[in-house]
């Protein structure tokens, strides 16, 4: 069995009264992620570490900032586009590890409905999927509620 690892990075910046959007989940908070997308940068983390283990580039690649189909859409989506993508090279996904990196709102309790929305959109348990969160103890942009950053490694296998 071929098996491979990919790892995926994402940051993006909080601003005032804008939806915060993370795992498909829309947290209640004063400030929100700002990206062409929903910028929800757990899933974009998870969707570049996904590409990257198949060696399918990066998420920008596929969908691109300048274009207008991606405006505002559901990172959900992208993650569905990401996992087809992959079963086209005859992949499956074994597991999901991220990093949510946040000062503020606190995530634990949304953790399950994000492995829920995660698992359907990629096709796979909930069982496959941690997600751990973290503050940056209100050091840097992070702790200053300037950005959010989301860190994730995955593992696929051929099929």
């Not at 994402?10 to 004063?30: A, M, R, S, T």
């Not at 998420?59 to 989506?77: A, M, Q, V």
């Not at 991220?98 to 990629?122: D, T």
């Not at 999927?129 to 989301?150: D, W």
Request: proline share 3%; with cysteine.
């Amino acid at each position: 069995m071929k098996i491979k690892v990919g790892f995926g990075f994402d940051v993006h910046q909080l601003k005032e009264n804008h939806p915060f959007i993370v795992g498909g989940v829309n947290l209640e908070h004063y400030k929100g992620a700002f990206g062409h997308s929903d910028a929800d940068v757990l899933l974009h983390a998870i969707c570049d570490a996904l590409l990257g283990a198949a060696n399918l580039r990066d998420i920008g690649f596929h969908f691109k900032n300048t274009d207008e189909r991606w405006k505002g859409i559901s990172s959900l989506i992208l993650l569905e586009e990401v996992a087809k993508l992959l079963k086209e090279k005859n992949y499956e996904i074994g597991n999901i590890d991220a990093m949510l990196c946040i000062e503020a709102p606190k995530i634990n309790p949304h953790i399950p409905q994000m492995q829920e929305n995660i698992a359907k959109a990629a096709g796979i348990s909930t069982d496959e999927i941690s997600i751990k969160a973290t503050t940056n103890e209100q050091m840097g942009f992070i702790g200053r509620e300037e950005g959010v950053v989301a860190y994730a490694v995955c593992l696929i296998q051929k099929i």
